[in-house]
């Protein structure tokens, strides 16, 4: 029963973040860390919806409670490193989307992000092996995970995951036609 409950709730708050509802969200991730107040997945929440805000000071000491509840959690990580990357701390950033990979190498976007911040540092070939695994991942996911991603691209970070993988595409299109 309390687990059912849990979801409900979690789910009701990621409603809202993923609406871009961010300060209703808030207030329901709280709800729900009144209860249950060693979740680390809501505290990354919460960081994604302060950072989502544009308060970045927040939003990290929320992803960095999640990190001190599970170390191994690649999520707040990878937000971590969104947080870094938007400050033009790109080395950090690099630092970080690479522990959320050494966690979980199949994790999409922490590759797209990784391969963001090579291309703001100007290393190429690194964004590009990067990038190129974003699309051999998604070319391995099954079809009903490929229907739950597209579901979810209303979400503003989904959106940008999606155009950075179609602007890399076409890149990666070009890219050979140029070198000949």
Known sequence: MEKEEYKINFEKAEGYLNKGNFNQAIREFETVLEKWPDDPKCYNKLGVCYASLRDFIKAKSYLE???????????????????CLEEKEYEKSIKLYKKALELNPDYTAAHSNLGLAYKRTKR?????????RVTEIDRK????????????????????????????????????????
């Open 65 to 83: 409670k999640a990190l001190t509840l599970d170390l191994k959690y690649p999520e707040p990580y990878n937000n971590l490193g969104n947080i």
């Open 124 to 132: 190429i070939n690194e964004a590009v092996e990067h990038f190129k």
């Open 141 to 180: 996911a099954p079809i009903s995970e490929i229907k739950k991603i597209r579901m979810k691209t209303k979400t503003k970070n989904n959106i940008i995951i999606f155009v950075l993988i179609l602007a890399v595409l076409i890149i990666l299109w070009f890219l050979p036609k140029k070198l000949n």
